[in-house]
């Protein structure tokens, strides 16, 4: 890991003029976010009807991705503000992308939850109606705190990048960037004062981020372990729910590095070190995760009444759910064990395959948790039509969950032509931490 | 002699088949129809306490299990009196097979000089189902109430009247008539009345019902599924009830009910303030690193 030598110089070719590659690649995530747009529009005018959703499932993939997104947003935030508070060295170069990865899931994954509302135009209620006993709008507020606190750390991150960019001679970009830059930078020049009030900055939002996002994510976990579902009545939900998170945000943040390294060819700042650290973590979380899965399947089965019994049977069926449970087990667990257990098959590109599968059995799983628990009432179903009892997601679903993964690819795209995607001022600095506030002291300190 | 055996040889096997191309042709329309389905109409009349009428009829074909309602299929609706037919309506059918007709209380059906009117609805049938046909003979009703006293006695007297074309009123004898008061979701029954001669029944309103803040009840009279009649409705008030005061208590401040327990809106709003409170601290450091530049 090269840090000692790290430049602003070395990314300002990243930064400069956009190549048409560029523009073409920004133009085509455009499209795809426009057509899920489309598809929202359409939804709001025609109703629900044109998506999965019935009286039954009531819920179905955006619910899935509203948990997936916000999962991914938690692991960022904990790896990002772990790092800054605990002078984490070896992470420096990764904060970036996790701060992205924070930021972006956040701003894609909010929303939707709000897709599954079958009146939207009338989403302004629950600031006027909210009932603050409902675990909805302790989401709302967490999820929206947490998003504003993201974003500031975001910046705060940037600013004595910006000040670098601000100070560069000769950059070739607009001017309009430029005085960006002068203006993020907020007068920053590096001076005694400025170092510490930036320190205090970043060390109070990260202390506060950590807590917010487990808060967060544990009320989300509360929208189903408060309700007396088969499936979702349970106890461990929010920690279980917080496992997951890190795990598939983990997995997430290898396949991006492995993106930027081999997009902007940046061997030297991300390296060897980096997927090996975060394998290590990997493999940590994995385990920790199928601890979760075995208390919660366990208890679920050892005491299964009628409906937990059809339930689980469910995930057992071929014709049912069957096909996912096995592709959730044999990438949540089987496969990160193997590949990640033998040091022979251990390599970069390994453990990024990995973690890319990973990404999606946590997705699957998502989807497991929201769907057969959806489709196996407690009361019986009067009105049995298939498609009223079975949940399948329609085009409009697929559209705006493809239509969010543009997004989130499209805000790393254009992110990364604002500001390096390494964060040089913090790298550079890394041997050179201001101290960390202590809790307490010994004798001679 | 020969060509005459071969003329009347020929004109044998001509009629052989010509009759058995005629049974055949018959049989394969009798398979034909008897393969329509058999199908079902319910009808029914009833008059509410507006004065409102509903004419509700049901198209169902199948049984058992398999029995279903046939949607968007076309009834007619025609009324009948003193041998002139004309067309009421032309309705189709929801999607369970069912079609409600509601005529506001000013509507007068067509009417012979006893006052009756017949309704007969007719569904054409396809080629998958069979036609059928359902008439109903529908007479008007009104009921007067009277509240009596005698003897520190509650009496309810309820008259039934038949109306004919010209408004004359008939009263109707030999008619049971239920009377009940009226509760929050249902009629609470008390009795049913006869009426005699003069179309009077007489009932003995018993003192301990519980009535509104005022002592007001409200009195239903009901016939149901009456050849002639229909199902009718008519409802009085009288302060005959005991008052009652609904007061309704307030909820506790519960998860379960509209407002909050204090101590959630406390956290709430404690752990909210100590998280925003430290990012406006952490943006006063901001503030001062641009103050220092």
Same mark, same amino acid.
């Given at each position: 890991m090269n840090t000692a030598n790290i430049s602003i110089k070395d990314f300002v070719h990243t930064l400069e003029k956009p190549s048409k590659k560029w523009y073409f690649w920004v133009a085509v995530l455009s499209i795809i976010s426009l057509f899920g747009i489309y598809a929202l529009i359409r939804q709001m005018i025609e109703g629900q009807i044109i998506t999965g959703m019935r009286d039954n499932a009531v819920w179905g993939i955006y619910t899935a991705n509203f948990v997936f997104f916000m999962g991914l947003s938690y692991a960022g935030a904990l790896i990002s503000c772990t790092s800054q508070l605990l002078r984490i060295k070896w992470t420096k170069p990764l904060m970036r992308m996790a701060e992205l990865l924070t930021v972006s899931s956040l701003i894609v994954g909010a929303p939707f939850i709000l897709f599954c509302l079958g009146r939207l135009d009338r989403i302004h209620y629950l600031l006027f109606y909210g009932r603050i006993q409902s675990p909805i709008t302790w989401d709302v507020i967490a999820i929206s705190t947490d998003l504003v606190f993201c974003i500031a750390f975001l910046y705060f991150t940037h600013i004595r990048d910006f000040a670098k960019l601000r100070d560069y001679p000769n950059l070739n970009t607009a001017n309009w960037r430029k005085k960006m830059y002068k203006i993020l930078a907020l007068g920053y020049k590096g001076t005694a004062d400025q170092k510490k009030y930036l320190h205090q900055a970043h060390d109070i939002m990260a202390a506060i981020i950590i807590p917010t996002a487990i808060i967060a994510y544990s009320l989300l976990s509360l929208l189903f =372990?408060? =309700?007396?579902r088969p499936g979702w009545h349970s106890t461990i939900f929010s920690p279980y729910f917080v496992v997951t998170a890190g795990y598939s945000g983990v997995a997430l943040l290898i396949v991006v590095m492995w993106i930027y390294r081999k997009t902007q060819k940046l061997e030297d700042h991300i390296t060897n070190l980096h997927f090996n650290y975060l394998g290590f973590a990997l493999i940590l979380l994995t385990f920790i995760y199928a601890y979760f899965c075995f208390s919660e399947y366990l208890t679920d089965w050892y005491n299964q009444t009628e409906t937990l019994h059809l339930l689980l049977s469910k995930f057992s069926d071929f014709s049912q759910f069957g096909w996912l449970s096995l592709f959730h087990i044999v990438f949540a667990f089987i496969v990160p064990v193997i590949v990640l257990g033998f040091p022979w098959l251990r390599s970069i590109n390994s453990v990024t395959l990995v973690s890319l599968f990973i990404v999606l059995a946590l997705w699957v799983k998502r989807y497991l948790i929201v769907v057969p628990t959806l489709e196996t009432p407690f009361i019986p179903i009067q009105d049995i039509r298939p498609e009223y009892v079975n949940y399948s997601a329609s085009w409009v679903e697929w559209a705006l969950s493809v239509s969010g993964i543009a997004v989130i690819i499209l805000i790393f795209t254009v992110a990364s032509k604002i500001a390096p995607i390494i964060p040089v001022s913090e790298v550079s600095d890394a041997h050179n931490l201001e101290k960390p506030k202590l809790l307490f002291k010994t004798k001679g300190e | 002699m020969n060509s005459l055996k071969k003329i009347i040889k020929n004109i044998t096997y001509a009629l052989i088949i010509v009759t058995v191309n005629l049974l055949s042709v018959s049989e394969v329309s009798a398979k034909v129809q008897a393969k329509k389905e058999r199908v079902r109409m319910k009808m029914y009349y009833s008059k509410n306490d507006a004065g409102e009428r509903l004419i509700s009829i049901g198209l169902t074909a199948g049984s058992g299990k398999k029995m279903h309602g046939l949607k968007n299929e076309k009834v007619i609706l025609n009324s009948t009196a003193n041998d002139s037919t004309f067309t009421l309506a032309i309705l189709e059918t929801d999607s369970l097979g069912l079609i409600n007709l509601y005529l506001a209380n000013d509507y007068k059906f067509p009417m012979d000089e006893n006052g009756i009117s017949i309704i007969k609805a007719s569904y054409g049938g396809d080629d998958t189902y069979r036609s059928i046909s359902k008439e109903l003979e529908i007479a008007d009703i009104e009921f007067d109430f009277t509240f009596e006293i005698d003897d520190s006695v509650k009496y309810l007297i309820i008259k039934a009247n038949k109306i004919d074309r010209e408004e004359n009123k008939t009263p109707i004898n030999e008619l049971d008539i239920k009377i009940g008061v009226q509760r929050l979701y249902s009629v609470l029954p008390i009795d049913i009345v006869e009426t005699n001669e003069d179309g009077i029944g007489k009932l003995e309103i018993p003192d301990d019902l519980p009535g509104d803040a005022e002592g007001n009840l409200t009195f239903v009279a009901k016939i149901e599924d009456h050849d002639e009649f229909g199902t009718v409705t008519k409802s009085a008030s009288h302060e005959w009830g005991t008052p009652v005061s609904y007061e309704v208590k307030p909820l506790p401040r519960q998860l379960y009910t509209d407002e909050a327990p204090i101590w959630m809106i406390a956290a709430v709003f404690i752990t909210l303030l100590g998280a925003w409170y430290h990012f406006f601290l952490s943006i006063s450091k901001l503030i001062k690193l641009k103050k220092s530049a």
């Open positions: =372990s408060m =309700s007396l | -």
